[in-house]
């Protein structure tokens, strides 16, 4: 598993790259070929994916083909979960509680994923069940 937001982070961001896309593309490939190169048939990727280009763009750095997952929660639970992440940083929890409104609408609009799934009320271990069955990873 792989967190895209810790293959891009650096600080600080180029101008006009709000979120380091710049920084996440070049560490990709070498990162996943050590990967493949040991044995793993499977790749996870955790983090946002907003455009069509951008999932393009790191399928290519990647070296792999992707299939495209989004976890999607209802949305005042997912709120309810980042006040839970970021008790005591209220700034923080502001900035992601906006955020949260941005991108549902931003990935509801996008459709960059090959399937959703609604992670509202299941336990991760059923999110994660659902996730393999969808992908056909069985």
Known sequence: MLDLDWLR???????????????????????AGNYLDAGATRLVLAGVVEQQSERKQL?????????????????PVTQRRLTRRHDGEPEALQWHLDRSVELDGILSRAVVDDFTIDSTTDFVPDVAASVIRAADWL
């Open 9 to 31: 982070q650096s600080w600080p961001s180029p101008p006009g790259d709000r979120f380091n896309v710049t920084m996440l593309l070049r560490n990709p490939r070498s990162i």
């Open 59 to 75: 399928a290519d750095a990647m070296g792999v083909d992707l299939t495209v997952c989004w976890l999607r929660a209802e949305l």
